[in-house]
Structure formats: C-alpha cells, structure tokens
C-alpha cells in the first residue's frame, strides 16, 4: 500500500501560509483568465488571419474549446503527480509550461500554431488549480483549510469568470488580442519567481508508489471522447440556425458511447491497481458523494449563464437594434462582460464567506443557502424577455452569483477532507474536474436544446404578425422565450443540488484531528 514521506523543515524556516498561497494563487488568476479571454477576442483573430467565418468557424472555435479540453484532461493525472513529484516541483513546471504556451500563442504565425499554443497554455494553467488545493492540505490545519479554498475558489473564479471583461476592455483600449498573451509572459515570470521563494521552506510531502499511467490514458481519453462529442452541440448551432442540418453530426453519439466504455474501464482498472490515479473508496463516504455531485450541477448550472447572458446580448444589439456599424461586435463583448460580471464577481467574492461559513457551521448550510439563492436567481432570469434591461437583469445575475459562490468552498472542503494525504492531489482533481465536465454537458444541452426549439418556435410562429411586420422583434421574443427555458434547467439543476446537499456534513467539527494519514498508511 502507499506510504507517506515527508522532508522535514524547522518551523522557523517555514514560509508564512496566508503569503505563500497568495503568490500560488496568483499564477492561478493568470491561467483562469486565459480560459475565458479568447472569446472576447475571437472576431479580432479571425480578422487577422483571415479566417472564413462561414466556412471556418468551427476550426477557429477550437482556441476556446481546445484551451477547456487541455484544461481538464492536464487535471486528471497531473494533481496525482504531485502526489508523487511533491507539489512544490510539479506547480512550478506547470507554471513554466503556461508561459512558454503564452509565448507561442502570442508570436503564432496563423491560427494552427496558436490553437497549438493555447492547448500548451491550458496544459500547465489546468494543474496549477488541484495543486494549489491540496497545497492548502499541506498548509493548513483541517479546521481552516475551507476559508482558504473559498479564496482559491474565488481567485480561479475571478480569473476564469472576468476573462470576457479583461479581453473587453483591452481590445477596447489597444485593439490588440497578441498584447494579452505578451502580458502573460512577464507577470508569469515574477509569478515563477515569488512563487519559487515561498516554496521552497514548505515541507514537501510526497507518497510512495508508482504512477497509474494506464488509468491517466483511460480517463484522458474518456474526457477527450466526452468533450469532442459533447462538443458536436456547438457545431450544430454554428451551422443549423436556418435549419440546415436535422440533428447532431454522425459522430457525436458515437464519441459519448466510446467516452462511457473508456469511463467503464477506468473504474474498473482503478479497483483492480494497487498505485490508483484516483481512490475510488472516497465515494464510499456519502458526503463525498454527495459533493461530487453538488460539483458537477454546479457547473451545469453555471453553464446556463455564461452562454445565455451573451447569447441574449447579441441577440438585442443584432436583432432589435440592426446597424451596420463595424464594431458591433467589440461593442457586444463590452456589454457582454459588464453585464456578466455582475454574476462572476459576486460569485467570485461570495466564495470567501462560503468558506468561512463551512469552518464555523459545517458544509451543508452554506451549500443550501448558496444553491435556494442559486434557485431563485435563475427562476426571476428565466423571465427575461425583449424589454429587459439590463439594471433589471444584473441584481438577478447578482443573486445568483452569491448563491453559487457559496457553494464553491464547501463541496471542496468536504472532498480533501476525506481523502487521505497520499491522494490529496487527484482529490483536488475531482473536485475541479467535475465542475468543468457538469458545464460542458450543460453547454452542449443548453445548444442542442436551443436550436431544435427555436426551430419549433420559429415554425409555428409563422403566422405572428410580428414576423413580417417587424422580424427582429419576433426573432428577440423567440431568442428570450428559448433562453428563459433554458435557466430553467438551471433551475432544475438546484433542486438535484440541493437533494445531494443533504450528504454533506451537516455540523462543524473545528477541533477534529486530520486522521488521513492514518488511513494513507492503512
């Protein structure tokens, strides 16, 4: 079985926790920023290199999807490896990897050398995440270790979340997309730097055994499946908004089904190996369970907002207001990251409390607060129609921003504590990773879904007057009635939430013993 090792450090050289997470975090904000930052940018790099929109659309969509995919298949081994490697060696590589991404995607020629170089960039900027959390197992006593991954849950947050309004704004200002990878380069380098300091008096922890290379190749190549197919919901509403295609290309289905099988063998291989990338005994623990689950439809829910709040700002400044200004899509992505902002800044800074509130009064009451705040958010936005404003909109953002960031810190509290200190690594894994795959599965149900029912809409609104009279309003009502549906599903997603809340650990225990390397050894 695994043991444990540690190098020991005399206290007084240990580096001050709170500083030491700061400056980790800080290359965290980075990398999260560039997951979300392409999107504002995109039309620029089309115009840039030329990019067909009609017929090329779907290769220029891998700058953002390629970055998600990397992004979470990097996690699914490489917080296991810190495990192995010890933390301090394994964040600072991946640091180096994300600049050295930055730097491709910054100086790319044409568009394949830079999608090249945004999944590099996701490679290193994806591990850095679960390292950091279980960075925080390393650092912290069990009784205040949730605060600290409220803040790096709201520091990832904020990074992942504003990278829309930080694209925005200095494309507003330099109308330059190359100079937000260029910045990347000297603040990484001081990030490496600070970072490379700070560590270096943490007690690195490192547990014997080997690396479960087979089980890394199944569920990376499960997630790929999974992602590529799911992915196929993008294609669709790219190509079939004037009903040109009936349903999902050929191989969506076949991909989920190869992701399942892949999924299937994984577990079973995981059983079997003695080193296991992931210990499945932590789902033997009901509030683990139910956190993992409370993750997952976490990022569903998410999901439904961050495609919608764009989608129905496009559709306003397109549809009801037509113009043939040339910046109408600069000026979609500033009010697009205004407006959304005021759900991830809310979310990002409610992350905080979330976690102090686990600390003090146990996991499951910040959860169900977060996720009835999250309910009723999405209930008030699923009535938006062609008249919203936005000062009507943000407070409903806002509510639900809270409500979801309070959830953050708990079900990540609840999953590195039950883990032992030999997986603490791969913990933090999951606990990241199946919030990227819950909002993945809601983006692809979000499109499906809305294609296929604008079309319905569309068909059998024929006869509306608005439809001849004034065809851009009838499409906005169309376009708001089918998001409205939508945060539905978001709204149904809580009510799973909140049935899985009810596994979480229900009161707090600050005076308990972290009994996990006791099970390391067993």
Not at 36 to 53: C, G, H, N, R, Y
Not at 67 to 96: I, K
Not at 106 to 132: C, D, E, H, K
Not at 189 to 212: E, H, K, M, N, S
Request: charged share 10%; proline share 5%; net charge positive.
């Amino acid at each position: 079985m695994l043991t444990f090792q540690r190098v020991n450090v005399p206290t007084s050289q240990r580096a001050n926790p709170n500083l030491t997470l700061g400056l980790v975090c800080l290359a965290i904000f980075i990398g999260g920023l560039d997951l979300t930052v392409a999107s504002a940018v995109l039309p620029k790099i089309l115009l840039d290199f030329q990019v067909s929109i009609d017929t090329e659309l779907n290769r220029a969509a891998w700058t953002i999807s390629g970055y998600l995919l990397a992004y979470t298949v990097s996690m699914t081994f490489m917080g296991r490896l810190s495990d192995l490697a010890g933390r301090r060696t394994t964040y600072l590589v991946c640091l180096g990897i994300f600049i050295g991404g930055s730097i491709i995607v910054a100086a790319a020629p044409n568009l394949n050398v830079m999608i090249g170089g945004r999944v590099v960039q996701a490679f290193g900027a994806g591990a850095m995440v679960p390292i950091s959390m279980a960075l925080v197992g390393d650092l912290f006593p069990p009784g205040k270790r949730a605060p600290a991954l409220g803040f790096i849950g709201a520091v990832d947050t904020a990074g992942w979340m504003v990278g829309h309004l930080y694209g925005g704004i200095l494309m507003r200002a330099f109308d330059d997309w190359r100079l937000l990878f260029w910045i990347n380069v000297p603040v990484g380098l001081i990030a490496l730097g600070l970072t490379w300091r700070a560590l270096r008096d943490v007690p690195q922890q490192r547990a014997a055994g080997t690396f479960d290379w087979l089980g890394a190749l199944l569920i990376s190549g499960s997630l790929i499946a999974l992602n590529i197919g799911l992915a196929a919901g993008a294609e669709l509403g790219a190509t079939d908004f004037y009903s040109t295609r009936a349903g999902p290309p050929p191989y969506a289905l076949p991909l989920v089904i190869v992701a399942l099988a892949l999924l299937a063998a994984f577990i079973w291989i995981e059983r079997c190996t003695r080193d296991p990338l992931l210990d499945l005994t932590l789902f033997r623990q009901r509030a683990a369970s139910g956190a993992c689950a409370v993750n997952a439809l976490t990022g569903f829910i998410l999901a439904m907002a961050i495609v919608n709040v764009p989608l129905f700002i496009n559709a306003r400044l397109t549809l009801i207001n037509p113009t043939a200004d040339p910046d109408i899509l600069r000026r979609a992505a500033w009010e697009t990251g205004w407006v959304l902002s005021a759900l991830t800044l809310a979310m990002a800074l409610a992350a905080v409390p979330g976690g102090w509130l686990a600390s003090r009064f146990g996991a499951r009451l910040p959860t169900i607060l977060g996720l009835l705040m999250a309910l009723a958010g999405y209930l008030l936005m699923s009535r938006w129609d062609a008249a919203s404003v936005y000062a009507t909109m943000a407070p409903e953002l806002i509510l639900a921003g809270i409500g979801l960031g309070l959830v953050i810190s708990p079900v990540a509290d609840t999953v590195i504590q039950v883990a032992s200190v030999a997986q603490r690594g791969s913990a933090s894994t999951l606990v990241i990773m199946l919030r990227l795959v819950g909002m993945t599965i809601g983006v692809a149900m979000l499109t499906i879904w809305a294609v296929q029912r604008t079309n319905v809409l569309r068909q059998t609104g024929a006869n509306d007057p608005l439809a001849t009279s004034d065809p851009g309003l009838f499409l906005m009502n169309v376009a708001a009635q089918v998001i409205g549906e939508t945060f539905l599903f978001g709204a149904a997603a809580c009510l799973l939430a909140l049935a899985a809340a009810w596994f979480l650990r229900g009161k707090a225990l600050p005076g308990r013993s972290d009994g996990s390397a006791d099970r390391a050894k067993r």
